[in-house]
């Protein structure tokens, strides 16, 4: 299968969503009960989260609408108001988008000719005349750990850690060293590896953030990056080894990157403690002792429905087939593929489309040929690319505070949350000085405990998951900005990205 199909082919709406940043630092934000739009916002929310829906591009420019999550469209009217709603013509709401060398993008509204900007605090269209007042300057809205794919060589971003580079040649995702945080800090990004090591201008890997591990930030629709230095050096891959280092003379578009969501991979385990694992290229046999490539399974599920697909690092899907074998030879839209999945205490058991359980013949097969389930037909599941987790929810990504001793979840910045496996399912919560999670009698949480505690992680889609904490309630997001663990259901506030 091609190194092209661990990508997707047509973006996700995640991967068009942006925040625009006006020139005083503040973000284009949806204001629901003003019935407006400003620029007043200092972090980036789900009210300054934008899709652009692109009609044409070409270049350095594009003809795009800017939809808000709450599904309104950005409006310039004639007097040079700017609101929000359905567009009423075809052009409505219609703004030529220009990408600009430093970085920037400018939107010029198709019908009056006038610039999108910001007093600091208001947002219109006014002005015909192009000043600084009218840059924006995008923030992919993605979450931050990511995967960096090159459409030139086809291949993803490495992270060396015994080298100290990163290199550009992995043909599948999934590894842990192939995810990087993308930490945004005074307009610009840092590339953080697994190991918490940061790319510097040198092209070496170094412990510490600093303004040599700062970059600039190209961004253009449908999920293109390049990330450069800002004194005329680009990123792009290098050398025979294609070393990702700085550079003056990328060709043929070497510089740009597609920036996606780093997939969730996971191993799963019998009864016995073996590894599920793809053998002789197709079968799928519970024998191995030992983690392989091929015990790796990319855990793709749909959060609208309780179906999971399982991807073998070969690049094809666990299928059901002939004699209710279980084959790793399955395609995308094969409805063989597709498995309901059913979770007990941070295990799962799954059911085919002939409606029995997968279960582990007396041969090592798998197979779909339990009509009752049971302890057989229960796989223990565990992070195989993933030594953390960073969780984003309904107000921000959870993290702690200096203004605060409770962990928060509306967080611009997030913090590492470091898992300890304990059993399957079942993961003890580490802080980033090493000290533990611990829970409050109020179901709040501290991250300076002294003794491990039980977290059970059940996973509710491809990037979605709920954690259900020591006292038995599912760990939510507060509008007060507080953790909490005190959810006897699962409700949208209870779900998390990761």
């Known amino acids: 299968m091609a190194e092209v199909d661990w990508i997707h082919r047509h973006p996700k709406a995640e991967d068009l969503r942006v925040g625009l940043i006006s020139w005083a630092g503040t973000y284009l934000t949806f204001e629901a009960y003003k019935s407006t739009i400003t620029a007043t916002a200092k972090s980036l929310g789900r009210r300054q989260t934008w899709e652009l829906l692109v009609s044409n591009e070409h270049d350095a420019q594009a003809v795009v609408r800017l939809k808000s999550l709450q599904g309104l469209y950005l409006l310039c009217e004639p007097d040079g108001t700017v609101c929000y709603g359905r567009p009423r013509t075809s052009h409505h709401g219609c703004f030529l988008l220009r990408f600009h060398r430093n970085g920037k993008w400018t939107l010029q509204c198709i019908i009056s000719g006038r610039y999108l900007e910001s007093d600091g605090e208001d947002v219109f269209c006014s002005s015909r005349v192009l000043s600084a007042y009218h840059m924006w300057t995008p923030r992919p809205a993605l979450h931050v750990h990511v995967i960096l794919y090159s459409p030139t060589y086809r291949s993803f971003a490495r992270a060396d850690h015994t080298m100290g580079r990163i290199w550009v040649d992995a043909a599948v995702p999934c590894l842990e060293e192939c995810g990087f945080l993308l930490h945004f800090q005074d307009g610009c990004y840092h590339l953080e590896t697994s190991t918490h090591h940061y790319l510097s201008h040198v092209d070496r890997l170094v412990p510490q953030r600093s303004s040599q591990t700062a970059f600039h930030m190209q961004v253009r629709p449908r999920g293109l990056v390049a990330l450069c230095d800002g004194e005329g050096g680009t990123l792009y891959p290098q050398g025979a080894h294609l070393l990702l280092g700085l550079g003056s003379k990328p060709m043929r578009g070497e510089e740009w990157f597609i920036l996606q969501h780093f997939p969730a991979w996971v191993s799963l385990r019998s009864k016995t403690r073996r590894f599920i694992s793809v053998i002789y290229d197709a079968e799928v046999s ?11 399974f990319q855990y793709e599920c749909n959060s609208e429905s309780p179906t999971l697909q399982l991807r073998s690092a070969n690049g094809y899907y666990l299928a059901q087939r002939r004699h209710k074998a279980i084959i790793a030879d399955g395609h995308c839209m094969d409805p063989d593929t597709f498995f309901r999945v059913h979770w007990n205490c941070g295990k799962i058991i799954l059911q085919s489309s002939n409606g029995r359980f997968l279960s582990i013949a007396s041969n ?47 967080m611009d910045q997030p913090d590492c949350i470091h898992l300890l496996p304990c059993r399957q399912g079942i993961y003890h919560f580490q802080a980033q000085g090493g000290s533990f999670w611990s829970i409050t009698s109020f179901g709040t949480f501290r991250p300076w405990g002294k003794f491990a505690l039980n977290f059970c992680i059940e996973l509710q889609g491809s990037n979605l998951l709920t954690v259900l904490a ?28 990761f």
């Not at 519970?286 to 790796?296: G, K, N, V």
């Not at 030594?387 to 200096?402: A, E, N």
């Not at 509008?479 to 949208?492: C, H, N, V, W």
């Open 286 to 296: 519970a024998a191995s002792e030992r983690l392989t490539p091929m015990s790796l």
């Open 364 to 410: 090592g097969l798998l197979m779909a040929n339990a009509t009752i389930p049971g302890p057989n037909e229960e796989l223990g599941i565990r992070f195989a690319n993933r030594p953390f987790l960073i969780l984003r929810g309904r107000y921000g990504y959870v993290g702690s505070s200096s203004d605060h001793d409770l962990m928060q979840c509306n």
């Open 470 to 497: 020591p006292n038995g309630f599912y760990i939510r997001a507060d509008r007060s900005g507080t953790l909490l663990a005190d959810s006897g259901e699962i409700t949208k506030e209870c779900i998390w990205e």
